[in-house]
């Protein structure tokens, strides 16, 4: 995985909470979770879109933290361990419950333009200005699953590809073509939403809307 | 668009990867469809990274962990009793201000106690004394907690290393968040484990103003 995104802060003190983790310290367990909830949280619902099983599955991941702290030796960065982890957790669960967690041929193959192809009627195609963190979630949630995996794991989470086949169980190649595939998914997604607000809205608002 | 178009942009993938054929290089030096399917492709791979940590779990997500890590027995010991622990989380919706309020009053009401109980008759010099000289607030607390401390080993000998413990276990807390603070302010979540740190400070020696603590049963 590419090194950690989250801002260089906190390194000195999530050390000596790791350390004082390992010992058995309450307070550093806390401290741990508090640093790491959002990411680890984010991951799961967005993986399974359901926030109970979100919870249940972030709750599987810190407690398998936990159980395993003693055995960190930092020879990978604390968060690169944590998530990796967490990822685990979720796959898991979906083979738990059969749930593919690749695709190799969604119902609706994305063409080389990105989409269904649609005239909306309205702005022209680029995407500039219009891919904010609103829209890219919606989008996200609309992925189909196969696609959302790779697209998360990838370009939110930061995996390489040889990281993202090995979890998965697919060849790289695989998954190169799915990332590819789920961009253009998700530009046509984006187009979509755009277009639909570009209808609402009219041209004065379609393309900086938060 | 172009049948060149439709047959190159299936390398697109691995030209965002760093790798394409000659064929694509020169069909994106002059095809502006291409290039902008590249840019809005790009534009949402320099996105993606932002979302990482947008969700919130609830709050009581914490709780449960936490009864479950107690359960196995992955921690030595609860640092407070059960009573003391919900509480504090009483008050844990009160903001920042008060919570440093309330442990300001607990100490100043420590200060009298201790003072009354163990004060001397000032000598007439340190009456005279004026004006008073600039205080350190900080290390007047530090001294204040030492004070009642030193007051409970004394008066409870049975009890005082547990409060000593406590105390040495939320300041070392206070302590941690107040580093991390420093490196990171907007961090709502560390705010919010030193007030309830700070929570936890003053209830800890609200308890050891308790006359039952404060004497040997």
Redesign the interface.
């Known amino acids: 995985m590419s090194p950690s995104?989250?801002?260089p802060?906190?390194?000195?003190?999530?050390a000596?909470?790791i350390a004082?983790a390992q010992?058995?310290?309450?307070?550093a367990?806390?401290?741990l979770?508090?640093?790491h909830?959002?990411?680890v949280?984010?991951?799961c619902?967005r993986m399974t879109s359901n926030t109970a099983e979100?919870?249940d599955l972030?709750?599987e991941a810190?407690?398998q933290l936990?159980?395993k702290i003693a055995t960190f030796r930092g020879e990978s960065a604390f968060s690169t361990w944590l998530h990796r982890l967490s990822v685990n957790v979720v796959l898991m669960h979906f083979r738990r419950k059969s749930l593919p967690v690749t695709s190799l041929e969604e119902a609706s193959e994305p063409d080389?333009?990105?989409g269904p192809r649609k005239d909306f009627g309205g702005p022209d195609?680029?995407?500039?200005g219009s891919?904010?963190?609103v829209n890219?979630?919606r989008a996200?949630e609309r992925l189909p699953r196969g696609y959302r995996m790779v697209?998360l794991l990838h370009?939110?989470?930061?995996y390489e590809?040889n990281e993202i086949a090995e979890m998965l169980g697919c060849s790289v190649g695989n998954s190169?073509?799915q990332?590819?595939?789920a961009?253009?998914k998700?530009?046509g997604l984006?187009q979509e939403q755009r277009a639909a607000r570009y209808k609402e809205e009219g041209p004065a608002n379609s393309s900086s809307r938060r | 668009m172009e049948a060149d178009c439709r047959n190159l942009r299936r390398e697109l993938g691995a030209y965002l990867e760093g790798e394409a054929s000659p064929e694509l290089l020169a069909h994106l030096e002059h095809c502006r469809h291409c290039q902008n399917l590249v840019e809005e492709l790009r534009s949402i791979e320099r996105a993606a990274p932002q979302i990482a940590e947008t969700y919130e779990p609830r709050p009581a997500l914490w709780k449960q962990i936490e009864n479950a890590v107690y359960a196995e027995g992955l921690v030595r010991e609860r640092p407070f009793s059960g009573w003391f622990r919900d509480l504090v989380r009483e008050w844990l919706p009160l903001p920042a201000p008060a919570l440093a309020a309330a442990y300001l009053v607990v100490l100043l009401i420590a200060g009298v106690v201790i003072t009354f109980r163990t004060a001397t008759p000032p000598l007439p010099a340190q009456q005279a004394a004026s004006p008073a000289p600039p205080v350190d607030i900080a290390a007047e607390l530090t001294s204040a907690e030492q004070t009642m401390l030193a007051e409970m080993e004394r008066l409870n000998p049975g009890a005082s290393p547990i409060y000593r413990n406590n105390l040495a276990t939320v300041n070392y807390y206070i302590d941690l968040c107040q580093r991390t603070l420093d490196q990171d302010p907007g961090n709502p979540d560390v705010r919010h484990s030193l007030d309830q740190a700070y929570t936890q400070k003053a209830d800890l020696l609200s308890a050891m103003l308790d006359p039952d603590e404060m004497r040997s049963r």
Do not use: W
Not at chain 1, 155 to 158: L, N, T
């Open positions: 995104r989250r801002a802060s906190a390194g000195l003190a999530e000596e909470a004082r010992r058995g310290d309450a307070a367990f806390e401290q979770y508090r640093l909830k959002r990411r949280y984010s991951l619902l979100a919870e972030t709750q810190f407690l936990f159980r080389e333009e990105g195609n680029l995407l500039a891919v904010d963190r890219l979630e996200i697209f370009d939110v989470e930061g590809h190169k073509s990332l590819h595939k961009r253009l998700m530009r984006l």
